[in-house]
Each structure stands twice: as C-alpha cells, then as structure tokens.
C-alpha cells in the first residue's frame, strides 16, 4: 500500500504531524555568491515546528554552525569545536514557513554553502534542552515517539565536547565525541546511565549521568535525537541508524541494505580514530562506480573545506549510493573494523501535485550559475544549441562532471561545465549565446527516476526507486561505444529501440532480457548495450503519472487527432516517435516539442533529437489540446500517417 493511500485511510501507526515524506522533514539546500545575506527556500516550514539548521562552507576553511529554534535562531553551536554557544544573526537571521535567512557570515559573496534542515517529528528527529542538576541516572523526555538511532548532546553554557549516542557502537560504558576522531571510548565514564550503569534510551527518554558533558549542576544544554526506523513499515521509513562490520576489501562486497536509496549519510569507523564525514546527493554522493562523479565529504569534527580525496574518497569512490542503500568501495575498506552510519531517505516518497514541480524548460544564459534555471534541483538535464549542427547531451546528478550525446553512440566525456550541485539548475558554460535551452526533470516517485549500475555480463536484475512500473527507459552504457537502448510497455522487454536511430523496434530477448520491468527492478540481458562485465550503465525511467505525465501509444489517422493525456491545461513537452512491432520499415525520427518553443495553433518548432540537425520551424506538426496535444500529418515529420503506430511521451 502506497504512503499516499495509508494517510488518506488514517491508519494507525504512521508518524505524527503529517504525512509520512522526508521532504517534509528533510532538506540540503546549496547557495553562494549572494552577497551579505541568502534567503534559503528550503521548503521546510519553520512556523508549526521547530527545526535544527546545520550549514557549512564548501569552497574553504570555516566552522559548521548548527542552530535551532528551540534555543533561538540566532544562537549557534559548532560541532568542530568544544566552544560553549554564541549569538550572533549575522550567521542564521530567520525561519519561515518556506525556509531561513542567513546572515553575512554564510553569505559572503564568494563563498559556497550547504545547508542541511532537519524539522521535528515523530519517528524522526527531536530537539530536546535542559539545565543540569548533576544527579546520576537523570532521565531526559524526549518525543521522538519510536527507536532511537543516535542523540549528539552539547553543553551550550561550557565548553565540552559533543557527547555523541550511537545505538549500533554504545554498549556498556562506550561513547562518541562529534568533535572528536576518537573510536568508541570505554573509559569508565558511563555517559548514558548512572555513573555506574549503562541504561539504553527508550522511545521516551534517555537517560545521563553526571560528567560535565551531559549533566553538570546548574549548566545547560541540548540534545538532537536521530530515529530509527529499522522497525516502521518499509514505505514508512525516512532514516536509519546502524553499522556494517568490514569483511573484505571488495568494492561491492561491503554493502549497507538500507531498502531505500538514501539521500544524506553520516558515518564514522567506530573501532578507530578516524574522522566522521558527511556526504550527500545534492554535492555529489556518487553512484557506483564513481566515475566522474565522486563523493565529496565534508567532517563534522573538522573545519577543512569539501573534499574528494581525504581518507579516500576517490576515483574508487569510498561511498556509492544505490536504489537500496550505499557501498563502502576499496579506498577506506578496513577489514575487521566497524563503520556506524545515520542514513536520510531520498524524497522519492509522495507523488508530486503538479509538473512544474518536476519538469521545466529553460533558455540560456542566465546572469549567474547555474546557466538553466529551474524551481527545483535537477537529476537529469538535456541540453543544446537549436541552431547549427548539434546534438543533444545528457547529464545526471549521479554522474556530476559528465556528460552523452544522444544523437551517437560515444562513450561519455568528462566535462567539469557540467555542474548540477545547485539548489535550482544546471550547468556552468560560460557561453551568452541565446540559442542555447535545456529540457530538465527531477526525480519523484511515480514519475521519473535515474540509475546507475554496473553490468555483470550474466542476466540480472537492476532495482530502481521510481515506485512505479515504468514505460519508458533509456540505458547507455558511459565506458562504451555501445548505442542506445529503449526499453518500452509494447516491446515488453523482447524488444527495444534505439534512441540515437530512427529505426523501428528490434526483437532481441539479450537487451532486457525478454523481461517486462516491475514497480521495483528491470531487466537486462548479455547485450554488451544494456549489461557487458564491468559496463558502467545510466538508465532514465519515464512512467505515466495522472495529471503529470504520460506514456503511450496512438494509431494514425492520417489527418488530424488529439491525444488525450488526461491533462487540464495542454501539454508542455512532447516527444513522439514512430514505430511499429508488427511492420517492418515503419520507422521515423524521435521528434520533439515543448512549450517555450512553442506549441502554438501555428507552426511549431521542433528537434530531431536522434540527429544533430538544427531546430526546425516550418510546420506545424502538433497542436495544443487541454487534453493533451494535436497531432496533424505532414510530410516534415509523418507523426499521423494511416495505420501507423506511434510512442509517445508528454508532460504537463
């Protein structure tokens, strides 16, 4: 049962305050060059809950500053330090119901940010204060309301270190400093207990001594509580906590299976002095194997800016992100050793209202980075000049720094213009010219999903996130000369298209190996274009999503005809291509439309995107329908001819 369906019946066990979506808990947010202050629409409201802000400088040495609206927004505390709290509104100002304000000490004008937003909820996060009163086995409420996954407690009138919970390291008298490199300490101090006792957290409360850390007479301080949803519903669960004990020093081998991709991951060798280190999706978490895209860290305990390379984050990529979790590679692989992580869910949970908040088309240029300009993040982003000899490219935030061409078969070519860590668009090209747009979507369930694999040359399954079955994928081997393959719903997995060929379906069982996709996986076969031994593989997955988007097909009329999508107001982007199962020869470019363009009563421009050939503006193939959209037959594009078969895919 979906999550939607759940909060719509009211059934009992869900979360409260809401429904149960980590986008409505959870947000990395990125700015820079904005000058003395930044307004950060996080998405997040601030007015109904309180909310713990943690932000950092990437590009340069400077504190983590975290922040709450329990003690008052304009009071900080950093967590690579041991310095008692501050106020200053120079680094957070506000909270609203659509993010915060930052202040001149995070918005300089040459500097860049991120920013990650935790909200209260239940079976999800907790800010708890307190002042000490120096009595052992003192129980502290907390709301959380479920398991406990890790708590970072600070004394905010002293300077003590970050006394740090972890369920999967602390036992007995053990425990983490944040700001600390020291493995799990067992030096008889028994922070969680009574001097003499370890007592675990319960979903309640937790219990401290009496070390200055946690609990000294007259101090005060304060406790951020991280859940674990181990034990909810698989579709309920928004953040876990655990550990992966190291056996081998195979990339591969040492996989966390969380069931769920994850979109932020904190972790820490627990049996070692070793830095704690933060990586998420929107700077660059990458997807296996790293190419192109690794995973820059950023280390709560240090002040260092973003790397790539520290402790070995690198070509080898230390941490990957997969649809059911993410893999220590080779580069900090420590066999006998044990690694604790707190794992945010990726906000692929509730189907998105509207598609301008999943799709939009964009022209260049834009005064400032990023060059497109969307009212979202961007996981997957084409783009190219409409005049001249071109070909459309195609980029991902999983492969960040690279880039394929459609209309050809080449491997993908490293290019650092591709950038896609911002809060609201792609791309760095310098380039002013204005015949430059792009096509850009993000990720969300039931709509479109982009994964990363590796091929292993024998018949597999590869999971996805989209939650739905999907109708459309495009798969392109990157390491390889290997051409396009389309999986669609007719060719049911015997047969594909090419996407950079106007060629009619082929029927080969080897590409997704004779197999229909699920709501969870696809298949693929041995074809070296879908799954050749150590192929590094992008798959695009497109679904019909009512009132958003839609996949289908429609038999020409040789006239005119709408097509009905469900749509209320047109459609905004059309892609159509001509094929057939049953005929040979019936073949036909993939053409398409979109709305800037124009999808006018008129003649409407369109791109071959399988071809480097200009925009072309003299007919007037397609019309707009509320509906959906008008197909008309002329001779330019042959999208209604009698009896033929067509695919199509439109977005609202």
Request: proline fraction near 3%; hydrophobic fraction near 35%; charged fraction near 15%.
């Amino acid at each position: 049962m979906t999550i939607e369906r759940k909060v719509g019946m009211g059934i009992a066990g869900q979360p409260s305050g809401g429904p149960t979506d980590v986008a409505e808990v959870f947000s990395i947010d990125l700015w820079d060059n904005v000058g003395s202050s930044n307004t950060v629409n996080s998405g997040l409201d601030s007015t109904d809950s309180d909310v713990m802000i943690w932000a950092k400088q990437r590009d340069g040495t400077g504190d983590h500053y975290l922040a709450d609206t329990v003690r008052g927004i304009t009071k900080y505390i950093r967590p690579n330090t041991t310095s008692t709290e501050s106020t200053n509104s120079d680094i957070f100002t506000s909270t609203s119901s659509t993010g915060y304000t930052t202040g001149s000490i995070l918005g300089g004008a040459t500097q860049s940010y991120v920013g990650w937003q935790f909200k209260k909820k239940e079976k999800f996060f907790d800010i708890v204060t307190w002042t000490g009163n120096g009595v052992a086995g003192r129980e502290i409420a907390h709301g959380l309301g479920g398991a406990v996954g890790m708590i970072v407690v600070k004394r905010t009138s002293g300077t003590t270190g970050w006394a740090t919970w972890h369920r999967s390291a602390n036992s007995g008298n053990a425990y983490l400093e944040l700001n600390e490199t020291d493995a799990q300490n067992t030096n008889g101090k028994y922070y969680w207990g009574n001097n003499t006792n370890y007592i675990a957290p319960t979903s309640t409360e937790f219990t401290v001594a009496t070390d200055s850390a946690l609990n000294a007479n007259g101090q005060t301080y304060v406790a951020y509580l991280f859940a674990d949803n181990s034990s909810e519903d698989a579709d309920d669960q928004m953040i876990k906590c655990g550990s992966i004990a190291i056996t081998s020093g195979t990339q591969g081998v040492n996989t966390v299976n969380l069931g769920w991709e994850p979109q932020f991951v904190l972790i820490k060798r627990s049996t070692y002095s070793e830095d704690w280190i933060i990586v998420d999706s929107m700077r660059g978490l990458a997807s296996p194997p790293a190419t192109g895209s690794n995973s820059q860290a950023l280390h709560p305990n240090l002040s260092s800016a973003e790397n790539a390379s520290s402790q070995g984050i690198g070509a080898s990529a230390l941490y990957t992100i997969t649809p059911t979790g993410f893999t220590i590679g080779n580069d900090l692989v420590n066999t006998g050793h044990t690694y604790i992580y707190m794992a945010i869910r990726a906000p692929m949970m509730v189907e998105p209202e509207a598609a301008t908040d999943v799709f939009e088309v964009d022209q260049a240029p834009n005064s400032n980075n990023p060059r497109y300009v969307a009212p979202f993040p961007i996981d997957m982003g084409m783009a190219r000049r409409l005049t001249g000899d071109a070909g459309l490219t195609i980029s991902s935030r999983k492969t960040m720094g690279q880039y394929i061409r459609i209309d050809n078969s080449a491997s993908e070519v490293a290019d650092s213009r591709v950038k896609m860590d911002f809060s609201n668009g792609w791309d760095t090209d310098g380039d002013t010219s204005t015949a430059y747009y792009s096509w850009m979507w993000k990720r969300a369930k039931g709509f479109f999903d982009v994964v990363a694999y590796t091929g292993t040359g024998s018949n597999m399954t590869v999971p996805h996130s989209l939650g739905a079955v999907p109708e459309m994928i495009w798969v392109k081997r990157r390491n390889g000369s290997n051409g396009w393959f389309v999986y669609t719903a007719e060719g049911a997995g015997s047969s594909y298209l090419h996407l950079e060929e106007n060629y009619n379906y082929s029927t080969n069982a080897t590409g997704f190996n004779n197999t229909a996709a699920t709501s969870s996986v696809f298949s693929v076969g041995t074809n070296h274009s879908t799954n050749r031994v150590s192929g590094l593989y992008i798959a695009y997955l497109f679904a019909t999503l009512d009132g958003v988007s839609k996949c289908g097909t429609y038999t020409g009329n040789g006239s005119s005809q709408t097509i009905n999508c469900g749509f209320s107001a047109g459609a905004r982007f059309v892609l159509i291509k001509r094929a057939n199962l049953a005929v040979s020869g019936n073949e036909g470019d993939w053409f398409m439309w979109d709305s800037l363009n124009g999808i006018v009563a008129g003649n409407d421009p369109h791109l071959s995107i399988n071809t480097g050939t200009a925009q072309v503006t003299s007919d007037d193939s397609v019309d707009p329908a509320n509906a959906g959209f008008i197909v008309n037959q002329v001779a330019a594009t042959n999208i209604n001819v009698s009896s033929s078969t067509y695919i199509f895919y439109a977005i609202a």
